[in-house]
């Protein structure tokens, strides 16, 4: 019998204080539904994702109070839990999952003790998506191994027969592994061209009915999933990976919007002008703060005092420009536009005012590094600002005004 079934006179068991936080927390179940997971907060649930802390609070719940007897809390809190050992016992655990539901749901009592056990209504709402996931762990795997190969199909007519052997006629099975698979696949636009032409028209309802709106569902939740890494704040913000992610939100949404016609107040219409106010909400501070940056980073220091060489705002300062190049690659999938041009119009004039005085400190005292420090980042910013060119122009304007000695 499961365990759940071993407690007549307990629907549910007593909560018990949350555990302190520990490598289980990176990986609900052992990693064997990452594939799905996506990080808070959310504004819009998806069928085919479970937020990441909703997982952990089913985590939490399944293996402490449903199946202490067969997976060891301790193991579970020391990482020693491999996804293979897990995997042998989840014809068990999705036992008691199922049995545990069952029980929970049995009277309202039930329920809003299972709810105050997960933290949420939300965890609670998760942990059918859970179960599904978990039931179809295995197809998960080929499903993110579908994505990488999609990349690969050269034919448009080749890439129509792969989506269509996708369970179209199984919505939430479909759900999960598009989600799978779209964490893969590089460009977007392509599987919305392939599924117009299979569908035989652009519009919501024609898509949907063809049996591919958890694709549409999975490409707007992967959209949504960059909103946690869009947060530039302070000089030492990881950069790359807000320009990375602000790359792969805008290949999703103009993938959609490029090529889709939207009913005017439907949910796919509404999800996508939210994530617009959300990632322009998220970058617009960053924008304002590039020109003051650059000055900052890049003016000497007042008459009298000793001129020193500020990093941090060298670092915000080329970070801001480079940020500024990728929002106007993505500009289309904002609503930035008058914050952006007059960050790039300003940005630019304070470089070349910079560099020009700059310029003429090093011709008067060559052998000044830190001057020679601030040009050296002023031409870095003006070749991702500018050009390439211009900034090898100023690299021999640098060096001819270090020769006049």
Known sequence: MSQAANHPDETVPVARPAARVTRAAVSPFAGLIDAVMVEGPVSFLFPG???????????????????????????????????????????????????????????????????????????????????????????????????????????????????????????PLAALLFHAAM?????????????????????????????????????????????????????????????RALDRYHRLVRALTGYMEFERGSRWANV????????????????????????????????????????????????GVYLLATVRDCRDSMALNATFDQAWSQSGEALETQLQRNLDLLRANPSDQIIGARIDASIKMAEVRFNPEYAETLRRARASAERRL
């Open 49 to 171: 994702s479970v937020v990441r802390s909703s997982a952990q609070a089913g985590w939490t719940w399944v293996y402490r109070d449903l199946c202490n007897d067969i997976i060891s809390g301790d193991d579970v809190a020391a990482g020693l839990l491999t996804p293979a050992a897990l995997d042998a016992l989840l014809p068990q655990v999705m036992t008691r999952i199922k049995e545990g539901l069952s029980v929970a749901d049995a009277d309202q009592d039930s329920r809003q003790r299972l709810r105050a056990m997960l933290g949420s209504d939300e965890a609670r709402d998760a942990l059918p998506v859970i179960l599904a996931a978990l039931r179809a762990r295995h197809l998960l795997a080929k499903a993110k191994a579908f994505g990488k190969a999609v990349n690969t199909i050269g034919e448009d007519s080749a890439l129509g027969v792969a989506l269509q052997s996708m369970p179209l006629q199984d919505p």
């Open 183 to 243: 964490g893969q696949i590089v460009n977007p636009t392509r599987l919305i061209t392939t599924i117009i032409k299979l569908s035989g028209g652009a519009g919501e309802t024609v898509i949907a009915r063809a049996g591919f709106g958890p694709l549409v569902d999975a490409m707007l939740s992967h959209a949504q999933n960059q909103l946690h890494l869009l947060q530039p704040g302070g000089p030492f913000a990881d950069i790359d990976l807000i320009c």
């Open 272 to 319: 996508m002008s939210t994530l617009t106010r959300q990632v322009s909400e998220r970058i617009e501070p960053r924008l304002r703060e590039i020109v003051p940056d650059i000055n900052y980073a890049l003016r000497r220091g007042r008459e009298g005092t000793i001129d020193r060489l500020d990093n941090d705002r060298i670092l915000a300062a080329i970070n």
